[in-house]
C-alpha cells in the first residue's frame, strides 16, 4: 500500500493546472505582441513542420511530469506492508499417503482415489497456517518427500510430482507410519499429527501397522487413519512405470478396518472410513478443527521508502526537457 509521510505537500498539484494555463494557452504570456492577420495581407505564415510539434508537445509533457514527479518525492512516498509474526509454535503434521497400484480404483468419479486423495489433501494444507507439515509416499516402500516445513508451496509442488506404483506395488503401512513417527521425534512441537490415507491391507515392511503406532504413541504423536474407497467391484486404470503400458481391469476387496482402527486407537487418534469424496472432504474438514493450537500473532509494520525514485525520474524529466529544447528545437533560454 502506497502512504506518505508529509500528504499536505500534494496540495501543490493544485498548481499545476494555473502553471500549464500561464504556460501554454494565457495569451499575454511572455509578453507578446498580439498582431492580427488583417493588418498583415500577405500570406499566412508556414506552419511548423509536425515532427517538430510532436517533439515540443513531449517536452512539455517530460517537463511537467518531472514537476509531479518532485511534489510526490516531497510528499514522502512510501510502500507499507504488514507482516503477521508468530509467536507461538504450530501443530507439526505428517501426511502419510498411498501410493499402491488399487488406488488408481476409479470409484470416486469422476476421479481415482489417489487423485481424490491427493485434491483433498492439497486444499488442507492451504487452510492451514503456522503449522508445519510434511508428506510421506508409500507403496512396497515408504520414503520421506518433504520433513515437516512452512514451506506450502513447495510441499504442494512436491505433492503434485507423486504418482502410483512410484514404490512399488505393495502397502507398507506399517512403513509409512514408522517414517513419519522418525522425522516427527525430534520435534518440539506443543502436539504432533499424522494422517494416514491408505486403501489397502498391510502387505510388506518389516514394522508392522501395530509397532508403528506403538513408536508415534512414544513419541507424542496421534494418528488419524482414513481408509478410504468402496467395498463393491470398481474399475481400475493405471500406467505400469517401468512399462509404461496402460492396465486395465476391475479391483474387489478392501482395507483392514480393523488394523487402522488399532492404529488410531493406540495412538490417541481416531479411524475414518471414507467411501466417497464427500466423505472425505468431510472428515478432512473435521481434523482440521480439531487440531488447532493457540495462536499468538504480533502485526509488524513495514515501510519501505521510495521517494529517491521519484526524485531521479522527476530530475531525468527536468533534464530531458531541458536538452530537447536546446539541441532540438534550439531555443534560447
Given at each position: 500500500?502506497?502512504?506518505?509521510?508529509?500528504?499536505?505537500?500534494?496540495?501543490?498539484f493544485?498548481?499545476?493546472?494555473p502553471?500549464i494555463?500561464?504556460?501554454?494557452?494565457?495569451?499575454?504570456r511572455?509578453?507578446?505582441?498580439?498582431?492580427?492577420?488583417?493588418?498583415?495581407?500577405?500570406?499566412?505564415?508556414?506552419?511548423?513542420?509536425?515532427?517538430?510539434?510532436?517533439v515540443?508537445?513531449v517536452?512539455h509533457?517530460?517537463?511537467?511530469?518531472?514537476?509531479?514527479?518532485l511534489?510526490?518525492a516531497?510528499?514522502?512516498?512510501?510502500?507499507?506492508?504488514?507482516?503477521?509474526?508468530?509467536?507461538?509454535?504450530?501443530?507439526?503434521?505428517?501426511?502419510?499417503?498411498?501410493?499402491?497400484?488399487?488406488m488408481?480404483?476409479?470409484d470416486?468419479?469422476?476421479?481415482?482415489?489417489?487423485?481424490?486423495?491427493r485434491?483433498?489433501?492439497?486444499?488442507?494444507?492451504?487452510?492451514?497456517?503456522?503449522?508445519?507439515?510434511?508428506?510421506?509416499?508409500?507403496?512396497?516402500?515408504?520414503?520421506l518427500q518433504?520433513?515437516?516445513?512452512l514451506d506450502?508451496?513447495?510441499?504442494?509442488?512436491?505433492l503434485?510430482?507423486l504418482h502410483?506404483?512410484?514404490?512399488?506395488?505393495?502397502?507398507?503401512?506399517g512403513?509409512?507410519?514408522?517414517?513419519?513417527?522418525?522425522?516427527?521425534?525430534?520435534?518440539?512441537?506443543?502436539?504432533?499429527?499424522i494422517?494416514?490415507?491408505?486403501?489397502?491391507?498391510?502387505n510388506?515392511?518389516?514394522?508392522?501397522?501395530?509397532?508403528?503406532?506403538?513408536?508415534?504413541?512414544?513419541?507424542?504423536?496421534?494418528?488419524?487413519a482414513?481408509?478410504?474407497?468402496?467395498?463393491?467391484?470398481?474399475?481400475?486404470?493405471?500406467?505400469?512405470?517401468?512399462?509404461?503400458?496402460?492396465?486395465?481391469?476391475?479391483?474387489?476387496?478392501?482395507?483392514?478396518?480393523d488394523v487402522?482402527?488399532?492404529?488410531?486407537?493406540?495412538?490417541?487418534?481416531?479411524?475414518?472410513?471414507?467411501?466417497n469424496?464427500?466423505?472425505?472432504?468431510a472428515?478432512?474438514?473435521?481434523?482440521?478443527?480439531?487440531?488447532?493450537?493457540?495462536?499468538?500473532?504480533?502485526?509488524?509494520?513495514?515501510?519501505?521508502?521510495?521517494?529517491?525514485?521519484?526524485?531521479?525520474?522527476g530530475?531525468?524529466?527536468?533534464?530531458?526537457?531541458?536538452?530537447i529544447?536546446?539541441?532540438?528545437?534550439?531555443?534560447l533560454?
Amino acid at each position: 500500500m502506497l502512504t506518505f509521510e508529509a500528504p499536505l505537500f500534494l496540495l501543490l498539484f493544485l498548481l499545476l493546472p494555473p502553471g500549464i494555463w500561464l504556460r501554454h494557452f494565457c495569451r499575454g504570456r511572455g509578453n507578446l505582441l498580439l498582431f492580427p492577420f488583417a493588418v498583415w495581407k500577405q500570406r499566412s505564415f508556414t506552419p511548423p513542420l509536425r515532427l517538430l510539434r510532436i517533439v515540443l508537445c513531449v517536452s512539455h509533457v517530460f517537463f511537467w511530469t518531472g514537476c509531479a514527479a518532485l511534489i510526490i518525492a516531497l510528499a514522502g512516498p512510501g510502500v507499507t506492508s504488514r507482516e503477521r509474526i508468530f509467536l507461538s509454535r504450530g501443530i507439526d503434521m505428517m501426511i502419510v499417503l498411498d501410493e499402491s497400484p488399487s488406488m488408481a480404483a476409479r470409484d470416486f468419479q469422476p476421479k481415482d482415489r489417489f487423485e481424490t486423495a491427493r485434491e483433498t489433501v492439497r486444499r488442507f494444507i492451504r487452510g492451514r497456517e503456522n503449522d508445519p507439515i510434511g508428506l510421506v509416499g508409500f507403496g512396497y516402500e515408504a520414503a520421506l518427500q518433504v520433513p515437516p516445513t512452512l514451506d506450502y508451496e513447495f510441499l504442494l509442488s512436491e505433492l503434485d510430482k507423486l504418482h502410483i506404483m512410484a514404490l512399488g506395488d505393495g502397502t507398507a503401512i506399517g512403513m509409512g507410519i514408522a517414517v513419519a513417527a522418525l522425522h516427527l521425534r525430534s520435534s518440539s512441537a506443543p502436539e504432533k499429527v499424522i494422517i494416514l490415507l491408505t486403501d489397502g491391507k498391510n502387505n510388506a515392511g518389516e514394522i508392522p501397522p501395530d509397532t508403528a503406532a506403538s513408536i508415534a504413541s512414544q513419541i507424542g504423536a496421534r494418528i488419524y487413519a482414513i481408509g478410504i474407497g468402496g467395498r463393491a467391484e470398481a474399475p481400475i486404470e493405471l500406467k505400469d512405470p517401468k512399462s509404461g503400458k496402460i492396465l486395465r481391469g476391475s479391483l474387489e476387496g478392501g482395507f483392514d478396518d480393523d488394523v487402522l482402527r488399532t492404529v488410531a486407537e493406540k495412538s490417541g487418534g481416531a479411524y475414518f472410513f471414507a467411501g466417497n469424496s464427500g466423505t472425505l472432504n468431510a472428515i478432512f474438514s473435521a481434523i482440521d478443527s480439531l487440531e488447532t493450537a493457540e495462536r499468538r500473532v504480533r502485526i509488524q509494520v513495514k515501510t519501505l521508502a521510495i521517494h529517491r525514485w521519484f526524485i531521479i525520474a522527476g530530475l531525468i524529466l527536468l533534464a530531458a526537457d531541458f536538452f530537447i529544447r536546446i539541441l532540438i528545437l534550439r531555443e534560447l533560454l
